[in-house]
């Protein structure tokens, strides 16, 4: 239980890496452009895991969202994208690491969220897996955490699914 109290800590703290598509809070990302969505517990339930594989092993961009449900209430409490650095195909499954990003700090006052980069220069580490998981570490040899999110597989703005 610790160790899914600091990963949902470090969650919190990760830089926000929404640079092209979609949208960062955006719920859904756009048609045209997702492959597959997974839900925490691994099922598909938009594209396919078929249509991302068949994405990634043409070389395709491919972009990454997830989000995190802190308090279990089925509601999201936040969504992170970034592009997808390094795709692995494994049997029936897709993997995506992320590029390291820099530790943030945030926090809810009243109606408006303040993020600002963390005074450490720790770097936070993502994989992402069409198994519903994300595991994810700090270069500071902390213990790696895995937690269930809903994950969207998305092909990059420049990119559409024909």
Not at 84 to 95: K, M, R
Request: glycine share 10%; charged share 25%; hydrophobic share 45%.
């Amino acid at each position: 239980m610790k160790n899914l109290q600091i990963l949902l800590r470090a969650a919190g703290l990760l830089v926000l890496v929404s640079l092209s598509t979609p949208p960062l809070l955006r719920a859904e990302p756009d048609p045209s452009h997702l492959l597959a969505r997974v839900e925490p517990d691994g099922t598909i339930s938009a594209g396919s895991k078929a249509a991302l594989r068949q994405a990634v092993e043409a070389g395709r961009a491919i972009r990454v969202g997830w989000a995190l449900d802190f308090n279990n209430d089925g509601r999201v409490d936040l969504v992170h994208w970034a592009d997808a650095s390094f795709l692995t195909v494994l049997g029936d499954e897709v993997y995506a690491q992320i590029p390291p990003i820099r530790e943030q700090g945030g926090a809810r006052k009243g109606d408006k969220v303040v993020i600002q980069l963390a005074e450490s220069s720790r770097r936070w580490y993502g994989l992402l897996g069409t198994n519903g998981v994300l595991e994810g570490a700090f270069d500071d040899n902390s213990p790696k955490q895995v937690v269930p999110a809903r994950i969207w597989w998305c092909l990059t703005e420049g990119e559409s699914k024909k």
